[in-house]
């Protein structure tokens, strides 16, 4: 019997902002104060900024600074790449927009086969980078966002341990409660996964998830799909 080859054709990273609860305690009252201010609807909770978030990943050639920016009804008005080492440049002219709309958008350097998406929908809002290898993710990335009207950064190291995807969270800034849970490696088929969460809770306890994922995907024979949807 021959072997199969098996092949790493894509690693994903992976942040995913999320509201998980949008009332604090008590507002499900069966008899409300008719006086009273109603409860803001989820997609109102989730990032309305300036931007609402973006994401350094110097290890990229060259660095990478994704900007987001989006209205108050959680849709992208505008997504902008920069140089790591320079938040005002331009962005890289060997990215080219492939998709382009309020709820995805989508840039591809054809040069080095990496890939930027960020997706928006309501009460989410994700950003993925996708290269040829897992080497090109290795370092200290930073992401900055709106997270229940505060200002929050978090600081991640990506690993490799022979080739599993390693995860450390290093430093979360905000006056917010926070829990970090994980990191955790998972395998099923040809992809192997390390994700860790982090969770924010606010003073009326509404609650945010950031997920944070490092996904690679291992082809066999001809598959070169990369593990896209």
Known sequence: MTALRRTATAVSLVLALFLTS?????????DPDPGATPEPAPAELLPVADPAMSLTVPSLVPGLTV????????????????????????APPDYVATRVD??????ENGATGTRVEVKAKHDKLETKVRTLTLAELIGTHTWNG???GDAVSVDFTVGDDAGTPTLAVDGVTTTLA?????????TDGHETETEA???FTDDLGRRADLKIEVEVHLATGDDVSG???
């Open 102 to 107: 309020h709820r995805r958008v989508r840039f």
């Open 22 to 30: 949008a009332a604090a305690a008590g507002a499900q009252s069966t």
């Open 227 to 229: 593990g896209d949807d």
């Open 178 to 186: 926070h829990e970090i849970r994980g990191p955790e490696t998972s």
């Open 67 to 90: 900007v987001v920016t989006t209205d108050d009804a959680g849709h992208l008005t505008a997504v902008e790449l920069h140089d790591a080492a320079d938040p005002t440049s331009p």
């Open 146 to 148: 709106d997270v229940l």
């Open 197 to 199: 969460k982090i969770r």
